[in-house]
T-cell receptor, first 115, second 116 residues
Framework: AQSVTQLGSHVSVSEGALVLLRCNYSSSVPPYLFWYVQYPNQGLQLLLKYTTGATLVKGINGFEAEFKKSETSFHLTKPSAHMSDAAEYFCAVRRGVYNTDKLIFGTGTRLQVFP | DAGVTQSPTHLIKTRGQQVTLRCSPKSGHDTVSWYQQALGQGPQFIFQYYEEEERQRGNFPDRFSGHQFPNYSSELNVNALLLGDSALYLC???????????????FGQGTRLTVV
């Protein structure tokens, strides 16, 4: 069975500081990994994804994540936080190759950015 | 392109009632998945519809049912509502499997259901 664990339900950073949101996964097969962002009263927006190939993936809004198989991790980072980054972030894993296969989400991390 | 549209945006129902939520997929998408996001939780997969049939189902009771129409739009029905059914219900649409493999599911803004 696949699962995702997000360490830290709340993360607070100052504007301009490094953002690090942690995600560990469990999967019996090579995983497809995703980070989504959810702004208040909004749906989910895809930030980035790892399928195969390069383990460092770059996404929108300056975010990137690195797939580390040995650590079963897929942490999300951004070098310099902006006030507009305040939102809920979800890590997700997908078992199958197809984009129609179901996603399994973590419980989310709320990012607060202080001026 | 309007993306994925869901209606209504908010809904209040009483325990025991029945509710129907609606989803129109993004243009060119033929598969619709439904997720339940309880407060403070991540979304959980309910089921998926393709070619007007339920193809995959998560761990949800039979009170949760759905339908897909020939135009690919979909409905989620919940019978005998419980307080615990209060959540944000998200619809996600996906393009055909033979389409570009790098095109991921696209989520709507959700319907917030409150059961009182």
């Amino acid at each position: 069975a696949q699962s995702v664990t997000q360490l830290g339900s709340h993360v607070s950073v100052s504007e301009g500081a490094l953002v690090l949101l942690r995600c560990n996964y469990s999967s019996s097969v090579p995983p497809y990994l995703f980070w989504y962002v959810q702004y208040p009263n909004q749906g989910l927006q895809l930030l980035l994804k790892y399928t195969t190939g390069a383990t460092l993936v770059k996404g929108i809004n300056g975010f990137e994540a690195e797939f580390k198989k040995s650590e079963t991790s897929f942490h999300l980072t951004k070098p310099s936080a902006h006030m507009s980054d305040a939102a809920e972030y979800f890590c997700a894993v997908r078992r199958g190759v197809y984009n129609t296969d179901k996603l399994i989400f973590g419980t989310g991390t709320r990012l607060q950015v202080f001026p | 392109d309007a993306g994925v549209t869901q209606s209504p945006t908010h809904l209040i129902k009483t325990r025991g009632q029945q509710v129907t939520l609606r989803c129109s997929p993004k243009s060119g998408h033929d598969t619709v998945s439904w997720y339940q996001q309880a407060l403070g939780q991540g979304p959980q997969f309910i089921f998926q519809y393709y070619e007007e049939e339920e193809r995959q189902r998560g761990n949800f009771p039979d009170r949760f049912s759905g339908h897909q129409f020939p135009n690919y739009s979909s409905e989620l029905n919940v019978n005998a509502l419980l307080l615990g059914d209060s959540a944000l219900y998200l619809c996600a649409s996906s393009p055909p499997r033979w389409g570009p493999m790098n095109t991921e599911a696209f989520f709507g803004q959700g319907t917030r259901l409150t059961v009182v």
